[in-house]
């Protein structure tokens, strides 16, 4: 069984790709990747701050170019995935009732492994440059006092990928619960995926794929 299968990539990255691979010339991408450091994750006191934050990271991911390694892109998206994200409350909600199961320790175990497994998606997925820019929509409230956020990735030639995000306030930070492309909801994906394989591998085997993806991720976008 493929953990975080190939249906869920391109649901998430595809169709990004088409806008994300144009290209941009050697030079420039070159030195836009001697430039490039993590920029700073400042606190986000609103939805819209939130997602801004990461589509300021990925952007500045996309801009070191071919050029730039895997590495670089990784440094960048990382403290804004663990910023922007709810990962522990994803992680909860994408194992259900087996969260339960779990000791500390493993809880902790899973939400490393899965935040280092988002950021190296998009560190991989994000990698190319070429005048493409995120637009941001108002706040909508909907019940529970969440929030959704769409953001469109638009390339120069009028091309878009929209992303969905439901946002929710713990100890007073908003932090994205979920993302949805296309109408398709990440989580949904993920908890379908993960609760399939605790049942029928178990905890150590399930950490060890989410490993070997982040590890096959790097090796494939170096």
């Known amino acids: 069984m493929s953990l975080y299968d190939e249906k869920i ?11 994300i691979s144009l290209g ?38 996309m801009k070191t170019g071919p050029s730039g390694t895997y590495q670089q892109r990784f440094h960048i998206v990382y403290p804004a995935v663990r910023s922007a994200f709810n ?12 969260w339960n199961d779990l000791n500390a320790s493993q809880r902790q175990q899973f939400v490393e492994t899965l ?8 560190a991989a997925h994000f990698d190319h440059y070429a005048g ?22 638009i390339a120069k030639n009028g091309m878009k990928n929209q992303f969905a995000y439901i946002l ?15 109408g398709v909801s990440a989580m949904a994906m993920e908890k379908a995926e993960f ?19 982040t ?3 790097a090796r494939g976008h170096a």
């Open 9 to 19: 990539k391109s649901i998430l990255f595809t169709a990004t790709g088409a806008l």
């Open 24 to 61: 941009s010339s050697a030079a420039w991408a070159a030195e836009m990747a001697t430039q490039a450091t993590a920029p700073p994750v400042h606190q986000a006191n609103t939805p819209q701050q939130v997602v801004a934050n990461l589509n300021t990271a990925l952007i500045l991911a």
């Open 87 to 98: 990962i522990p409350m994803i992680g909860q909600l994408t194992l259900g009732t087996s």
């Open 115 to 122: 935040t280092k497994y988002s950021a190296a998606n998009y």
């Open 132 to 153: 493409q820019k995120f637009t941001l929509s108002p706040p909508q409230m909907v019940a529970g006092g969440r929030a959704i956020i769409t953001s469109d990735l």
């Open 168 to 182: 929710s306030k713990s100890e007073g930070q908003w932090q994205i619960l979920n993302v949805s492309t296309d």
């Open 195 to 213: 609760t399939e394989a605790l049942q029928k591998v178990g905890f150590k085997t399930l950490i060890a794929q989410l490993k070997a993806h």
């Open 215 to 217: 590890a096959d991720l």
